[in-house]
């Protein structure tokens, strides 16, 4: 007899919302036609712009199909300095930036470098779903806090500063993880907030990681700011990539950036590129795409223009359609393209938001997902990139259901 | 003060090889040439073939550029089932394919799924260096025996009978790892070796791990036989890829396949589908050029036809011309594009093939890498892609470096 082929860490590789999936795949099987708000996957609903594309036709054309250095080629590491200097005004060095296969690896990359077994990052509710099994993996806990709904989601810091004075002394804390702008409530955080959380990550002596990915799908009048920005002196670390502000999910080209100059940031810069020489390369055509996507800022801004016009827009209009239902209440999103209505199961008769999602799919034929995915239960999420009529269409339906359910 | 930033595991991401590279950087930024035969990137001297380019280019035309499935593309997933019902006969399902990001990837499922704290992994000196720190990484141990260099780097099998039973008891062992063709030794194991080895797995339930991803690069007569066709009922994986029989290391397309309706083998698919839905997907156009470069057998056949002839030439010829001197002693090789000399450390005064290639690089300018990075003390890999006038040019500084170091 084979003893147990797999290893104990190996429980926690696990996507729940992939899951979701079997349901939906069953029914589109059996002929019919479902409506999917449930892809954040932009580039399916805006195609990649041309000079991107050009740009990556170009590399491949140019042969540039071999390996490359494992952190990424020079021109891609100085596209990305040059944006940090345009956006933020940061002065990046080669060695700050590393190029990762998608944020995914970027967060292999930092809890594997991090956590030992039984430390704990603070992860608040609701969360992008891939931070768990990674946390996990590497042997750590999430230690969770909530986003505040009633405060549009924002983070209350007098909460989180009472948290980390209890459980310091009883468990190893690494870091604090952010996700701004913020998927799946939309939240842009405020500066005030930032500021406040950067002083706390200094006086505990913790390490700030935040997930911006979504840093220029911004709109509804908010204003982004990255944490670099603040955190000068205090070891941060900045996820971001390419997947949705340069609309190019499917190319896998993502970034860890790690600005300070502390010890602490030394080690992790340099680990991290220890790291990306285990797995030797990163896609070589894409990079070359991606270096010319970040350079030309006239052709991006026009790309980026279009695209938050359209979210913003495409958001709003959803908005306000399921602001007629009273079964659902919700803060307006001002960044990236979910929408996170909490859910009146109980006035609907359903015991959790997976019932009312699946049941919603089986019978309206509209896949949404279920909050709990992301840890925040009795809470749907919607995405909003299909254009209007779609968008208006599936909510009719979800409108519908919950009428016809609650009797009304 | 920012307790210890780093992991305990974090201290094996480390790639030995990457490291030597600093002093030839330090060369070639001092205006110097550096005739490089350290680079085991086929597409660096066989560009990518233009009918693999083509599919490349016309999947970014036709937008394939969002996020695909996380195990792969339908189409690719096809097109590998055909190739293994082609070149082995073998009846593969969807569910046995997962598509990785390079073997790299494929080994971070391997051993993350795998190994627990302490087991153990049977790995054959020399190895291919990443499996290292993979393993160590998952928190496990390389078990290290020997290919046998007297009997052209074949497995001893009795050796490892012998090595099985007496560590078994000791502690756990989860899988018998085997590189065939061989990365750095150039050698195919014989059906005869792979029978045994099977035959040892499958008594001492343990896994078999085969990578065979030079498995085209094959001549001199030589026979490869993948473990796929012997080991029918005993649990193993096969990691291949895109990266060398298709030329097409930069597009970071692997693959890990897993035959086997055992209840160890449906497990570990499962497992490793698990793993590729946390990272959620491979870049999307490379897959659709590989699903082409796998389908296109007859553009794959003339492309493979003339690399493997040139190879075989090219690395026959550098042999010959290493044969000819006295201070090296190498088995010619078969496959893949490497040879590994042995070289004689005390006739010439050095006291390890580091100290010998870094004497080397800064007096000839000629970069070779140490066999003690792939666990082969006193040894020297050289790459034998580079056409022959160069292979002759640096061999050439390399003969007359061990004659003037002997004074003969």
Redesign the interface.
């Known amino acids: 007899?084979?003893?147990m082929?797999?290893?104990?860490?190996?429980k926690y590789?696990?996507?729940p919302i992939?899951e979701d999936n079997e349901l939906a795949e069953r029914i589109v099987k059996s002929g019919k036609k479902v409506i999917q708000l449930n892809r954040g996957?932009?580039?399916?609903y805006f195609?990649?712009p041309k000079y991107i594309?050009d740009a990556?036709?170009k590399a491949?054309?140019e042969?540039?199909?071999?390996?490359?250095r494992?952190s990424g080629i020079p021109e891609l590491i100085d596209a990305v300095r040059g944006r940090y200097k345009r956006m933020f005004n940061l002065n990046l060095k080669e060695e700050d930036i590393i190029t990762t296969?998608?944020v995914?690896?970027g967060l292999?990359f930092l809890n594997?470098?991090?956590?030992?077994p039984g430390?704990h990052a603070i992860i608040f509710r609701p969360y992008y779903t891939?931070y768990i099994?990674?946390i996990e993996?590497?042997g750590g806990k999430a230690y969770y806090l909530d986003y505040d709904e009633k405060k549009e989601w924002d983070i209350d810091t007098d909460e989180l500063e009472n948290h980390i004075k209890r459980m310091k002394k009883k468990r190893?804390i690494?870091y604090i993880m952010i996700t701004n702008p913020n998927n799946p409530t939309g939240t842009v955080l405020g500066r005030g907030t930032l500021e406040k959380i950067v002083d706390l990550a200094n006086e505990h002596?913790l390490?700030l990681v935040s997930d911006e990915i979504y840093d220029e799908i911004v709109y509804n009048g908010a204003k982004f700011t990255s944490i670099s920005q603040l955190a000068k002196g205090v070891?941060h670390v900045i996820l971001n990539g390419a997947s949705k502000n340069l609309d190019?999910?499917?190319?896998?080209i993502g970034f860890m950036i790690v600005p300070g100059e502390d010890?602490?940031s030394m080690?992790?810069k340099r680990?991290f590129a220890?790291?990306a020489?285990?797995?030797?390369?990163?896609?070589?055509?894409?990079q070359y795409a991606i270096a010319e996507a970040i350079r030309n800022v006239k052709e991006h801004k026009k790309a980026i223009g279009y695209m938050v016009r359209e979210i913003e827009d495409r958001v709003n209009f959803a908005v306000k359609r399921l602001g007629e239902n009273p079964y659902l209440e919700m803060v307006r999103p001002n960044s990236a393209y979910y929408i996170l209505p909490r859910i009146d199961l109980k006035s609907l008769n359903y015991k959790s938001d997976k019932e009312f999602v699946d049941e919603l799919l089986r019978s309206k034929l509209v896949q949404i997902t279920r909050g709990s995915g992301f840890g925040a239960k009795s809470h749907i999420r919607i995405v909003a990139l299909p254009d209007k009529q779609t968008l208006g269409e599936a909510i009719n339906r979800l409108n519908e259901f919950c009428m016809k359910r609650s009797g009304r």
């Open positions: 007899m084979y003893t082929a797999l290893s104990e860490r190996s590789a696990f996507n992939d996957d932009i580039s399916l195609p990649t594309e990556y036709v491949i054309r042969n540039r199909t071999s390996y490359t494992s296969q998608g995914s690896e292999y594997a470098s991090l956590l030992n430390n891939q099994p990674n993996l590497a190893g690494k002596k390490i070891p190019a999910t499917g190319f896998r010890r602490v080690e992790l680990k220890d790291f020489s285990v797995r030797v390369s990163v896609n070589a055509p894409a």
